[in-house]
C-alpha cells in the first residue's frame, strides 16, 4: 500500500449487503407473510441486528438482495408516520428510536432475486448495487454478539464486522471470512476452510482450500465459515464463471475457492458468539440468551 501524509491508506468499506430473499421455509407456518429476518430476538428483528452490527463496523448503505414477497423488510426501515404520532410523549416514544437511528444514517438500496440458486448468486445479484468496491456480506440468520456471556471468551467488544474491517486493513486485495470451530459431525452444514496460520497470528489462516458442506470424512477441518464476509469486487468476474454445483447452486465457498489459490482469501477466527438463528433450536437459544443479558428472564 502507499503510504499517504506518513501514514496507510485506509480503504473504508461502505456497503454491506444482506442476501434476504430466501424462503425461510424451516419457519412456516410464521414465514408465509412474514420474512424470516423479521422474526424478532426479543423485540428486534434479525435483520435490524445485522444492519446494527454493519453500521458498528462503519458502514452506511445496506444492500439488500430481496425478492417481491418481502415488502416488510423496506417497510421495516422507513418511517411509520402513523405509529409514531400514536407513541408520541408515551412511554413507548424511544422504542422506534434504534430504527429510526438506523433510517436516518443509512441509505436502504434493494434489488430483486427473481430464482434462489444458491448464495454465490444471491451474491453476483447484487452486484448493481455494489460497483467496483469492497464489500461486507452479512447473513442475518447468523446472529453475533461481541459480548459472550459468562466472561469465558475474550471479546474487546468490537462487533464481528469490524474485527474483520480491522483485519482487511492489513491484507486490502485478500477476502476475508470469518469462521469458527464445529462439532465435526455438523461440518456438512457450513462451508469448511483449510489453511495455515499467517506469521505472527493466532485467529487468522491463509486459506488454501475450502469446500461447502462436506461429508465428514471429506472435511479438512472443522473450521466452518460463518455468515460474515468481506468481499472485493474481483469476486463478481469469478462468480460469472463459477458453475453450479451438483444441485444446480452457484456457491460462494466455490468462487472463493477459485482466489484462494491465489493466496487471497483469509478466514479470521472471531471472537464473541455466534447463534444459528436459521433453526427453530438456535433461534431459541438466542432468544434466551438475550432475555437473560437484558435481565428479562
Ligand atoms: C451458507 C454458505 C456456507 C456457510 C453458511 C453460514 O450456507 O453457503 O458456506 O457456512 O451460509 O451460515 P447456508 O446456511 O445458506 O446453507
Known amino acids: 500500500m502507499k503510504p499517504m501524509f506518513g501514514l496507510e491508506t485506509f480503504i473504508k468499506i ?11 421455509t ?34 452506511t448503505t445496506m ?11 423496506k417497510n421495516h426501515f422507513e418511517p411509520h408516520s402513523d405509529i409514531e404520532a400514536s407513541i408520541k410523549d408515551t412511554t413507548k416514544e424511544s422504542l422506534l428510536d434504534e430504527v429510526n437511528h438506523t433510517s436516518s444514517v443509512c441509505n436502504f438500496t434493494y434489488i430483486e432475486q427473481d430464482q434462489m440458486l444458491g448464495l454465490g ?24 454478539t461481541s ?21 482487511y486493513q492489513q491484507h486490502p486485495d485478500c477476502c476475508i471470512v470469518a469462521i469458527e470451530e464445529v462439532p465435526m459431525i455438523e461440518v456438512d452444514k457450513y462451508g469448511v476452510i483449510d489453511g495455515e496460520l499467517l506469521e505472527g497470528s493466532n485467529d487468522a489462516y491463509r486459506v488454501n482450500s475450502m469446500v461447502e458442506k462436506p461429508s465428514l470424512k471429506d472435511a479438512p477441518t472443522n473450521l466452518a465459515i460463518i455468515g ?37 482469501v483469509i478466514a479470521y477466527k472471531f471472537k464473541g458468539k455466534r ?7 438456535g433461534f431459541v437459544v438466542a432468544t434466551n440468551y438475550f432475555a437473560k443479558e437484558q435481565g428479562i428472564i
Open 147 to 167: 459480548t459472550p456471556q459468562g466472561g469465558t471468551e475474550k471479546s474487546d467488544g468490537d462487533s464481528v464486522l469490524k474485527q474483520m474491517t480491522k483485519l
Open 26 to 59: 424451516r419457519f412456516l407456518p410464521a414465514t408465509k407473510a412474514i420474512p424470516k429476518e423479521m422474526l424478532p430476538i426479543l423485540t428486534k428483528p434479525l435483520i435490524q441486528y445485522g444492519v446494527e452490527e454493519a453500521m458498528s463496523a462503519g458502514m
Open 228 to 264: 460474515r464476509y468481506i468481499l472485493t469486487p474481483d469476486i463478481f468476474d469469478v462468480l460469472e464463471s463459477t458453475e453450479p454445483d451438483k444441485n444446480g447452486e452457484i456457491q460462494i465457498t466455490d468462487a472463493l475457492m477459485t482466489l484462494a489459490k491465489q493466496g487471497k
Open 121 to 144: 448468486h444471491a451474491i453476483y445479484t447484487g452486484k448493481p448495487l455494489i460497483g467496483n468496491e469492497p464489500f461486507a456480506v452479512i447473513l442475518p440468520d447468523d446472529l453475533c
Open 275 to 281: 447463534f444459528d438463528c436459521g433453526n427453530v433450536e
Open 63 to 73: 444492500a439488500m438482495v430481496t425478492s417481491k414477497y418481502k415488502q416488510a423488510i
Open 14 to 24: 461502505n456497503k454491506c449487503l444482506f442476501p434476504v430473499a430466501g424462503y425461510g
